[in-house]
């Protein structure tokens, strides 16, 4: 079992309250259009107000392993626009149809559905021109990542995968994870080492990291679902055995959900222990969420 080392759960915390600070002000001024106030009410309401914040954290803590923390806020903040929007189309009643989230109302229920495709659609555009602050060529390598991760080959088509399966086996599971969540944790450590001018050998570990770091989240995700309550999670519970869908529990069990998660745990510490730096951060996080109950 690893030691943890720092205080993860105030560190998280922290860095939590920076990027909210950090998306609150992404989002001023006030438009004097009435109808673009609300659009903007409505990103807000989307994009602050709660959430463990886990890529921007990933993002800014890999690139504070290279010392170039204080310049990766900009970057943090357009990933977890692209997050935000990516839960708001995730809610709509077309895609998982889900009433709540974070322990309040889903975008379409407290608007409509108009309003949250809208929403999402603006954080999604609103990313890029946020990433257009950084100089050449360093900002089209943020471009690059983000947009990859994020569309056909990455988020959007997991999404894809996950509303219309091809398979019930583990390994449709973890490729379809590997896209739909795994994606922008990765690019999130690659946005970090991009940054932060980190080696290719660093940022090939580190990738390697949040590769395995992306699939233990879900699987801890897929453990809550059925062992925590909606009031606990902040969403609804048991909704993926509701709608058929094939998960790490349903395949492998909660023994086995939970042995696989501390598989794929060893192989992020593995990829970790490569890397000459101080990654203490990195690796107290592994055993946080491998313990998390929301």
Not at 200 to 228: H, K
């Amino acid at each position: 079992m690893h030691q943890i080392r720092t205080d993860i759960a105030q560190r998280l915390r922290k860095r939590a309250e920076e990027v909210e600070q950090a998306l609150t002000n992404a989002l001023v001024p006030q438009s004097p259009e009435p109808a673009i106030a609300r659009l903007q009410e409505g990103m807000a309401y989307a994009l602050t107000g709660g959430g463990k914040r886990m890529r921007p954290f990933l993002l800014l803590e890999t690139a504070e392993i290279f010392g170039a923390g204080e310049g990766a806020m900009d970057a943090a903040v357009a990933l977890e626009m692209i997050h935000a929007y990516s839960l708001v189309h995730d809610d709509l009643p077309a895609m998982d149809d889900a009433d709540t989230r974070r322990g309040k109302p889903s975008v379409h229920k407290q608007y409509d559905e108009a309003i949250a495709v809208l929403v999402g659609d603006a954080l999604l555009t609103e990313a890029f021109t946020v990433l257009s602050r950084y100089e050449s060529p360093l900002a089209g390598g943020l471009v690059r990542e983000l947009s990859l991760a994020s569309g056909m080959v990455g988020m959007v088509g997991g999404q894809m995968m996950d509303l219309y399966p091809e398979g019930q086996t583990e390994e449709h599971i973890i490729s379809l994870q590997a896209k739909k969540t795994g994606a922008l944790i990765e690019c999130a450590v690659t946005m970090g080492c991009l940054i932060g001018g980190a080696l290719d050998q660093e940022t090939e570990a580190l990738r390697s990291y949040a590769r395995s770091l992306g699939l233990a989240f879900q699987i801890a995700d897929d453990l809550l679902d059925v062992t925590q309550s909606a009031e606990d999670i902040g969403k609804p519970a048991g909704r993926d055995e509701e709608q058929g869908k094939a998960t790490f529990v349903s395949l492998l069990g909660i023994d086995g959900a939970r042995a696989k998660l501390d598989a794929v745990n060893a192989e992020a510490a593995a990829a970790l222990g490569s890397v000459e730096r101080d990654t203490s951060v990195l690796e107290d996080l592994l055993a946080w969420q491998a313990n998390r109950t929301s």
